[in-house]
């Protein structure tokens, strides 16, 4: 099969849109697939469900060793926020690597430029008081550390976490996740963990309708922290992901985030925002808390922090928690400074470009694109999102169970036509979109075409 969308001018990338050419992978990806099967871990996945092997990429695009063309709306798993190789951060990053590379923890100016700038994105009340703290270089480190520091500053054990939620793959940030799948064989998590009711008000975990609901989850919160019999003696943290990402996708609702800061600051718990994923832009502000009218005790950050894959990670916290003495918590690749020029480069790139705006902008065009799914397909059951973070939940309209072979199909499908998208929920039922914060108008027009095509497609194919 050859797929391509005709267009009346060349993508920003260059490419003039996707192109596959035959069945996938091609004949050089294959070749290199199966060296890697023959050598990596058994735990490699992205392979396992979108067969390619990458040779280049260039803003919304990338190119196998075939020479198909894919429009990449995983974006590094939501990574890239500029795009493959966005000419400035790469010049920033190919600058500071001629200069001064690991940093340790030693004062750089490329650092502080970076903390000026980081803290500066920050809602003003918070920026005084905080306090930024460079982890090793990954989403899981910085929830590792938050959980470190809150149990260091409050002296105290048992963590407040909610079901569905996902904080990476470490020990300790494994534990506070709410995928069983893949907590199950591993022996000896952290102790002291208790999960809560999320507001999924799509599938209510107390079975509740939004319309009757007094946000009974925050309720439910409340009085277990509160009630003399309610088991759980004062948290050292409640952490939380304003949008689950991995879970499937689920916006917080708005007056359950609000409820739940309410209740930490009265107790005096710290309360964690995972912003992993729903940070540096993703969602339409800076940080996806700004929308909920909160200022967190914590702030994770990571993945799209350099804006184009350099790794780093960072904590940003009220400087009450700085509890911690001289080298309580360090990382020997904490001090990443190519990451750093990336990422001053990116901030810069976000606000001269207005680069937030086009996230509304086509955060909007594109969940009309989404919502029209449910006049294509009766196993369209919700179209959700905040910003360019969306997801199509797919169940069986007759039985309502997550309709997991139709996902990986339409998965399938729209990777054969060059649209490169990923599956997350329960039991991998939510076709998930990051695309870059700067994709185009004309980027999402091409995708929500080609996901129409691969659902249908996907529907015939499995009858």
């Not at 990053?93 to 004062?107: T, Y």
């Not at 994709?439 to 999402?444: G, L, N």
Request: charged share 20%; glycine share 10%; aromatic share 6%.
């Amino acid at each position: 099969m050859t797929a391509t969308i005709d267009h009346a001018a060349p993508t920003s990338s260059g490419y003039p849109g996707p192109y596959v050419s035959g069945t996938l992978p091609g004949p050089r990806s294959a070749e290199l697939l199966d060296r890697q099967a023959a050598r990596e871990s058994n735990s490699r996945s992205y392979p396992r469900k979108l067969p390619i092997a990458i040779r280049r990429g260039k803003g919304s695009y990338v190119e196998d060793l075939d020479g198909n063309v894919f429009l990449d709306f995983l974006s590094g798993a939501g990574v890239l926020s500029l795009g493959h190789n966005h000419p400035e951060p790469l010049a920033a990053a190919h600058r500071q690597l001629d200069e001064f590379v690991h940093g340790l923890d030693f004062p750089t100016p490329i650092k502080d430029e970076f903390t000026e700038l980081t803290i500066g994105m920050l809602p003003a009340p918070m920026r005084e008081r905080t306090r930024i703290h460079f982890c090793g270089p990954t989403g899981a480190n910085a929830v590792d550390a938050a959980l470190k520091l809150c149990k260091t500053a409050t002296g105290r054990e048992e963590i407040i976490t909610f079901q569905g939620g996902f904080h990476g793959a470490t020990m300790a940030a494994m534990s506070v996740t709410g995928l069983v799948e893949q907590k199950e064989p591993v022996r000896g998590r952290m102790p002291g963990v208790h999960f809560f009711p999320y507001s999924n008000c799509h599938s209510c975990p107390l079975g509740l309708k939004r319309e009757n609901c007094e946000v009974n989850c925050a309720t439910f919160l409340e009085r277990a922290l509160t009630d003399v019999n309610g088991g759980i003696t004062l948290p050292a943290a409640v952490i939380m992901e304003l949008v689950q990402g991995e879970g499937g996708v689920i916006p917080a609702d708005v007056e359950f985030v609000r409820r739940v800061r309410e209740v930490t600051k009265r107790l005096g718990i710290p309360m964690i925002v995972d912003e992993v994923q729903s940070g540096c832009g993703r969602t339409g502000t800076w940080f996806a808390f700004e929308q909920y009218g909160i200022e967190p005790d914590v702030v994770c950050a990571s993945k799209a922090l350099s804006g184009m894959g350099l790794p780093a990670a960072v904590i940003l916290y009220d400087e009450k928690l700085d509890a911690w003495a001289p080298g309580a918590h360090t990382g020997t690749f904490r001090g990443n400074q190519p990451a750093f020029a990336a990422a001053v480069a990116t901030m810069k790139v976000v606000e001269r470009d207005r680069v937030l705006e086009n996230v509304r902008a086509r955060a909007e065009q594109l969940m009309v694109h989404l919502q029209g799914l449910r006049g294509v397909s009766p196993y369209v059951a919700d179209v959700r999102g905040l910003g360019l973070m969306t997801g199509v939940e797919l169940n069986d309209p007759v039985t309502g169970q997550p309709a997991t072979r139709l996902a990986k199909r339409v998965q399938w499908e729209a990777v054969s036509r060059g649209l490169i998208l990923e599956l997350g929920g329960r039991d991998d039922c939510v076709v998930r979109m990051l695309p870059p914060l700067n994709c185009s108008e004309q980027e999402i027009d091409i995708a929500g075409r080609i996901l129409r095509e691969a659902l249908t497609a996907a529907e015939e194919a499995l009858r």
